[in-house]
């Protein structure tokens, strides 16, 4: 059948088919129109080096302006640094009981006393049973190095020297042995004695003095009354000087052993003396020993 005449004969068909055609058209035309359904995404900025290097915070500039003030520093306790002047008192237990000082401070020497034990000791030498060494030597003290500090120990007797002084001063007239003939006698006086001591050998080693005789101060309420002498390891030389062990000297070449100042002078002569008179107080009674020392 010819196209016009099916045309002709079917004018619904036709008419559907137009139809078809335009609603095809129009649905094509509105979804053109019609946005993307599709989830939108969220934007995120581009990072930029440029940008990020030129917002960056320099929080080290900022410190050092000290925006807030400046934190104050916490103070640390100042501890004091014991020096040879400002030594405190050892508590070793030990005691000086003896200091021969020397124009040369190597060669002087110091009698110390431990447990019972004297032994003499030289500058720079460590105290048997201790750390303590000596690092300097006074008339009436001595310095010890203990760890990193220093300590002082002081000659024995010497730290009441100043209430003895006042004491003695005091006294002086009613001394017992020189104006009270009735507890004290006529001192008895021996015969002149040679002492053969090395001088040499003692200037040079002091310390060596502690061989022949012991030597110990005696103190009643305080105040040294005189010096208990004992023999050394060499009683030989004690006794032949006419000491004997126990004797209490009070008195030598006229200077009062009981006054500690007077007795200090008594060091720097030593070194010089030839000639000695010691007064011993035995049994009650004053004797007068004379050595001469060749």
């Known amino acids: 059948m010819p196209l016009a005449t099916f045309l002709q004969k079917s004018p619904m068909v036709v008419l559907a088919i137009i139809a078809s055609l335009l609603a095809y058209q129009l649905a094509i035309l509105t979804w053109a129109f019609v946005p993307d359904q599709k989830p939108a995404l969220l934007w995120k900025p581009v990072a930029s080096n440029k940008q990020q290097k030129g917002s960056q915070v320099n929080t080290s500039q900022l410190q050092q302006q000290h925006l807030f003030g400046v934190k104050a520093k916490e103070a640390k306790p100042v501890v004091p640094k014991t020096t040879i002047d400002n030594a405190p008192k050892t508590r070793l237990n030990l005691k000086l009981v003896g200091v021969v000082a020397a124009t040369n401070p190597k060669n002087s020497s110091v009698i110390i006393d431990q447990k019972g034990k ?87 080693n002091p310390g060596k003095l502690t061989d022949y005789i012991r030597i110990s101060p005696v103190r009643e309420n305080g105040v040294v009354k005189g010096y208990r002498v004992k023999p050394g390891k060499d009683r030989a030389l004690f006794e032949a000087s006419g000491l004997k062990s126990g004797d209490l000297a009070v008195e030598l070449n006229g200077v ?27 049994g009650g009674q004053l004797h007068e020993l004379y050595f001469s020392i060749p």
């Open 118 to 204: 004297q032994s003499s000791y030289f500058m720079d030498s460590k105290i048997d049973g201790t750390s303590a060494v000596i690092t300097q030597i006074y008339q009436d003290r001595i310095i010890l190095k203990v760890g990193g500090g220093y300590q002082t120990l002081m000659l024995d007797g010497v730290e009441k020297l100043d209430q003895q002084h006042k004491n003695h001063e005091k006294n002086r007239p009613a001394k017992p042995r020189k104006k009270d003939n009735k507890s004290v006698s006529k001192p008895i006086k021996g015969k002149v004695k040679t002492v053969n001591l090395d001088r040499q050998a003692l200037l040079s």
């Open 256 to 282: 009062d052993l009981t006054d500690t100042q007077q007795a200090f002078t008594l060091m720097k002569e030593f070194p010089t003396m030839t000639d000695m008179t010691l007064s011993v107080e035995r």
